[in-house]
């Protein structure tokens, strides 16, 4: 078969109500297509005019160089969704990446989600000090400077707040944007002191099995850590996405949990203690604990489940009318490697597998990309993650059978958007 | 051997004047030590102090949530290196990466390096129009809007200035930090169109083999581009590192071509003329063209060369007395992936394998640690790269004596820095 009738056979759809091949755009960036082959994309606003006339920004130099640069006016717009903090409290809540604004895998530190307690501490890094004491043989207390002259590692890895994607469970479906359903997700480059290295430093007792981590805001927000995970892939992040981590992700030095729920990455570290039990903090009985349907909780569930969530076609962002679309999204598992993403366009009938953008990593957020040709009709589009372990992404249901409707934590199911005629994309359950 | 054989082993000298195996951090986290075993580390800045009394910051709720966050007002101090512009010029000149105060592969997009020629165009993306004309069956204008309904690809590349580390060939070192004499380099992740899409769209003429790309900047930026590379690799890029490029990098739409010098990936795109042969513009025959001992010139050099820098320690990062140290820096090639760094810390006489950080990407940064115990006295630390071609980065010497002292672009020779008795440390011929 040559290259051309393999491109004519990607035209032919996979799966129902329009889902093209993957590979329709990744042969050769369709360079081996004849002219026109394609037809359907120029249909677009793409125009056969007259050149553009020369703009006004052509017409004189332009603005100078900085030290530290700004966006573009023009992106204003492109902000996260800050929550109304409840009343009576003060700097607590969050904030939600706007996924449907962004593409690749990487959230720019600006925009990474935010989920606070107490607010936003002012940390002076020279002042700032992280004590390891407990169950050691050598109390240590650390500078930022000290901290600096350890050897680092970099992860290209995600942050998902335990409580993301709350609205799937409520009866109806929810109506907002998809950073606003599930933007309590982010994924950075993080660069950081391996935290085993510095629990040898103190020589970590035979006893000790798990470590109190408390942050330096004003909640002193604490969490308990298995040892094992500490000395797994726990990271003492110094840097996010190449500079210093933004005061909002725990600058100068946070804990970070590769896969784990967000609120167990302590931001603002500043003590360690090893103990032999869980601590049982405030942070992990009365939060972050999952009430089922019996009545017994669910304690320290810290891995995030495999799951995905498509942004583009998303609430807010118009279809044009019929045509071609790619269809795109994120998928993300804390157990480790995003294995295969299927895509519907047709409610669950029918599914066809996505292209994954490498270099797929683990613990990482995926981007995936299938083309889809939409034919002005109705139509409920969703996504479908499966693991390196296997573990394929429950539906809503399947979630709720498990359950119930009263945890608040570890929303992993399938949420559809229905695409309308009128061209308008709303949430809906599926 | 068991493991903690191994890890003793990994404390004897790999190469001279102190060099210790990429193993030393690597192996679980230094969780598989014994207690106290690296010991070294203790004597830092580290104290068995009582436990630090609780910080201001902690005793009042901290700042809110925000819509697009901002660095903490520590760093400020980290900035780009503005050169300042020639005399009689207005918004032309370079800034450069602070390298030596970034960690990891990503280079924040506020801290990339700039190259302007007339400053930069304040464009609004509803007005900007891109032309695809020449020898093509249907010329095409793109909106924005048309654009964004394309589909995408993401890559995390490096731009590299073809100027920088110009310095190198200076007859005397010059002072300077890592980012002034290398910092016309930095790394993203690029998300846009495959440019052979686009072309497809137009329908390039069998005789068009070279492509005029031309930016909407004041000085209407033109560069010759092979058809061959743009039908390759060559995007269309519109996201860098998650959201809308920066102004500075070419928003709304740059030509992104991987592995090549920086300024043939012409900012603010806004023409595209399919040709028979390059156009020989000023900007690739008064510049981008290397002047060799001959008298001849060297033109259309794309690809930029394998090379490497060490970014830590380096000059103004001040050492702090003889002890445990991670030589860390930064490799990449126009050519692939790095399949290998060595570090010297005698001056060149012997030689040892970094480690290199995951991901290891075509055309990307790669991030090299390996750790260094420094004895206080006088050391010449240098890198040295293997693409996976199996090209070596040269020596400053054989460098000089392929093309001379009057070439200024694509200098990738191997520089020192001399780390001095006093904690100082700076540049050196090696």
Redesign the interface.
Known sequence: MSQNQQITSTLEPVAGNGLLHRR??LT????T?G????GL??A??????P??EV?E???????????????????AG???Y??T?AAGT??????RTPLE????????????F?R?H????????????L?I?GLV???????M??LH??????R?QFLECSGNSRTIIAAAPQSGTCGQLHGLLSCS???GI????L???A??DPQGRWLLMEG???A?MTRSVPLAKA????LLA??Q????L???QG??VRLFLPGWEGNISVKWL??IAVTREPTMTRDETSKYTDLLPDGRSLMFTFEMGVKSVITSPSPGLAM?GP????I?GLAWSGAGRIRRVEISADGGESWAEAAL?E?V?SKALT?F?L?WRWDGGSAVIMSRAVDETGTVQPTREALIAEKGTRFAYHINGIEGWQVAANNEVTNVHV
Chains 1, 2 share one sequence.
């Open positions: 329709l755009f050769g960036g369709a360079a297509l002219a026109g082959a394609l994309l120029t677009r606003h793409v125009t056969a005019a050149p553009p703009p920004w052509m017409k004189a130099p332009g603005a100078p160089l900085s030290g530290y640069g700004r966006r573009s006016r023009f992106e492109v902000q996260r800050v929550a903090p003060t700097g607590a809540g969050a904030s604004r962004l593409n690749g895998m990487i959230t720019p530190n600006a925009l990474h935010e606070h107490s607010g936003i501490p002012d940390i002076d890094p020279e002042q700032h000090r004590l004491h043989e050598r109390p240590l207390v650390f500078s400077d000290a002259r350890y050897p680092m590692v970099s290209i480059e993080w660069t391996p935290l085993g290295v629990l040898e430093e020589g970590v330096a805001d004003a002193a000395m797994d892939d726990a110094i840097y996405n190449g500079e210093a933004r005061p909002e600058y100068p500043r003590r044009q045509g071609l679309y790619e795109s953008t270099p990593l981007r990309r083309p």
